[in-house]
């Protein structure tokens, strides 16, 4: 256990105890000890089993992470509960039945520029520096994914009249992409997104649509307020950090508020403004705000999976979508859910696997398909 203290354990580390802490999260019942035998010695078993896994391999951590991950594990490995469940359906930690015929390499920076005119740019393919220009603004590509709008002649260009011209840039299944806008706004792309711009702001608003999901860094402008539509509800901001997740596969619409203050436009519902930390949860024309963790919200901006009671069928929605493949079911297990963290550039079998570990779910990888059982 001296390696769950001092942060040093390795993926296959983290796979073990993210399986222990779902393995004993499925059902409450009070301890009866003569049913269930002695606490303490069952306990001790459980700790004894996870020790004889462990693997001498260290690591670097996200520190506040593994901690809060191993905080929860001991919480529930050492409650009556986990140990009912260890002792009446404990899975083998050690043998992952989950058949990869071929491994999935994860997504990556891609994605397809749409200009005014209609010229299609596949952002992935084509060279580093400026690939347009259009309007008097710049449009600049880097290697690291990103692509950065700015004025070409002091900013005149923004003022001037006549239409304002759109771009549209997409991100595949397997695609991730950043967009500096002419305005100083910074948006991440997830996977399988979309966002329409406008080449330069008018005067009076700041107004892009948004599908699938993003996260805004807002640039500060009193007289300008950045709106984006999503479909569902428009929000409205000055200047702040925020997070749209909005699906349409999805059953809700998640707008998350890291920083700042927005107010929300519900399509056919009554108005309201966030305040950081709060999650508003958009589903079947009804709204819920709640407070959530920053850190599970934007896992997917930082390179992580993380899992924090999750059904498995939202699970496998944002697999299907970072790795670009086709899941099918050939069952599918009732009730479960799972807690636990695995970067997302890791090939595919790793999250399935850790997934596997917990022995409640089994997977097939052939091709680009994936068939849960």
């Known amino acids: 256990m001296d390696r769950i203290s001092d942060c040093t354990a390795t993926d296959e580390e983290i796979a073990l105890y993210n399986a222990c802490l779902n393995a004993v999260q499925s059902e409450e019942q ?13 306990e001790q078993a459980i700790f004894n089993k996870i020790s004889a896994e462990i693997q001498v391999q260290p690591v670097a951590l996200n520190l506040s992470l593994w901690k809060k991950i191993m905080a929860a594990a001991t919480i529930v490995l050492i409650s009556g509960i986990s140990l009912y469940f260890y002792r009446q359906h404990m899975p083998d930690l050690t043998t992952p039945k989950t058949e990869i015929v071929n491994d999935v390499k994860p997504g990556a920076n891609q994605a397809v520029l749409t200009l005014a005119n209609g010229k299609r740019i596949v952002l992935n393919a084509s060279v580093n520096g400026e690939i347009a220009e259009q309007s008097g603004i710049r449009i600049r590509k880097t290697a690291d994914g990103q692509l950065i709008y700015t004025l070409s002649d002091s900013g005149t260009a923004a003022n001037s009249g006549g239409p304002v011209a759109f771009n549209t840039i997409e991100t595949p299944k397997g695609g991730q992409y ?6 100083g706004t910074r948006v991440w792309l997830n996977a399988a997104s979309s966002l329409k711009y406008p080449v330069r702001f008018d ?6 649509s948004l599908q699938g999901e993003g996260y805004f860094e807002v ?6 307020p950045f709106k ?11 200047g702040t950090h925020f997070n749209i997740n909005s699906y349409a596969d999805e059953p809700s619409s998640k707008t998350t508020l890291l920083e700042g203050a927005v107010r929300l436009f519900p399509h056919g519902g009554q108005d309201l403004i966030l305040s950081p930390g709060q999650q508003a949860v958009l589903a079947s024309g009804r709204m819920k705000v709640a407070m959530v963790d920053p850190e599970e919200v934007l896992a997917w901006k930082n390179g992580n ?11 496998m929605r944002k697999i299907s979508r970072w790795y ?43 091709g680009k398909k994936v068939t849960v059982w």
């Open 228 to 238: 984006v539509n999503s479909g569902t509800q428009e929000l409205e901001v000055l």
């Open 203 to 208: 005067r009076k608003e700041r107004k892009v």
């Open 305 to 315: 999976f993380v899992f924090n009671d999750e059904g498995l069928e939202t699970i």
């Open 324 to 366: 670009d493949v086709e899941v099918s079911y050939q069952r599918k297990p009732a009730d479960l859910t799972f807690t636990g963290v695995v970067s997302r550039s890791r090939n595919i079998s790793a999250v399935l696997n850790a997934l596997d570990k917990t022995g409640k779910v089994h997977f097939k990888v052939e």
């Open 178 to 183: 950043q967009i500096n806008l002419p305005d």
């Open 219 to 224: 640039a500060k402008d009193k007289h300008k």
């Open 30 to 42: 009070s301890w009866d000890e003569s049913i269930l035998g002695n606490k303490g010695k069952l």
